[in-house]
Each structure stands twice: as structure tokens, then as C-alpha cells.
């Protein structure tokens, strides 16, 4: 039974630093690319950032870029994510998800499997 587990989330304040994980069970951890995806209240899930199965290469959503961090420990069976500045604008519901195979979907689609999501919400 595959299992993604996030956690990190929480309430900050606008500037703070978080670095959300995602422990994944009943699956071969190598097999499979790996991203982070978000909900703010009342849209839809959009992708945040991603990285292949050998962790070399990653895609950050534009809004991500140089703000968020995407990284994996294969010998922990663990994805993170560093983000940094926060601003309220990123409160959202947070989820981890796996694709499998070498490619890094963008879209919810194509992933195959999800936690349950963890909250985080930046207060001004």
C-alpha cells in the first residue's frame, strides 16, 4: 500500500521559513518523479515544484522560482520543500504526489499517487 505523508505545515507570519517533507512508503522511492502541488482556498491545485526520479533535474512554477526549494534524500524515502519569505499569499493546502517514470508532469493528472496535504497559512 503506497503511502505519501506530508508534514512542516503550519501558521507563520509573512517573512518566515518553513520546509515542508513528504515520508513515502510501499513504493520504490527511485521509481518515481516527485512534486509538490497547492490549493489555495476556492482554486484549484497547481503545481509548485517537482524533480525527476535521480533528483537531477527540477521545474518550479514561475511563482516558485528563487522563493522554494525542491530537493529529495532517497535513503530516507523523502521529498522536501524549503520556502523561504513567505508571504499570505501562499497559504494554501500543500500536497506531495509521485509520477512514475523519468518524466516531470506539470499538471495533477499526471501523478499517481497523494497525501493527504498539510496547511500552511502565512498571517501579514
Known amino acids: 500500500q503506497v503511502q505519501l505523508v506530508e508534514s512542516g505545515g503550519g501558521l507563520v507570519q509573512a517573512g518566515d521559513t518553513l520546509r515542508l517533507s513528504c515520508a513515502a512508503s510501499?513504493?520504490?522511492?527511485?521509481?518515481?518523479?516527485m512534486g509538490w502541488f497547492r490549493q489555495p482556498p476556492g482554486k484549484g491545485r497547481q503545481l509548485v515544484a517537482a524533480?525527476?526520479?535521480?533528483?537531477?533535474?527540477?521545474r518550479y512554477a514561475d511563482s516558485a522560482k528563487g522563493q522554494y526549494t525542491i530537493s529529495r534524500d532517497t535513503t530516507k524515502n523523502t521529498v522536501y520543500l524549503q520556502m523561504n519569505s513567505l508571504k499570505p499569499e501562499d497559504t494554501a493546502v500543500y500536497y506531495c504526489?509521485?509520477?512514475?517514470?523519468?518524466?516531470?508532469?506539470?499538471?495533477?493528472?499526471?501523478?499517481?499517487?497523494w497525501g493527504p496535504g498539510t496547511q500552511v497559512t502565512v498571517s501579514s
Open positions: 524533480i525527476t526520479w535521480s533528483g537531477g533535474t527540477t
Open positions: 510501499g513504493l520504490i522511492f527511485g521509481n518515481y518523479a
Open positions: 504526489a509521485a509520477a512514475s517514470g523519468p518524466l516531470l508532469p506539470t499538471t495533477p493528472l499526471g501523478y499517481v499517487y
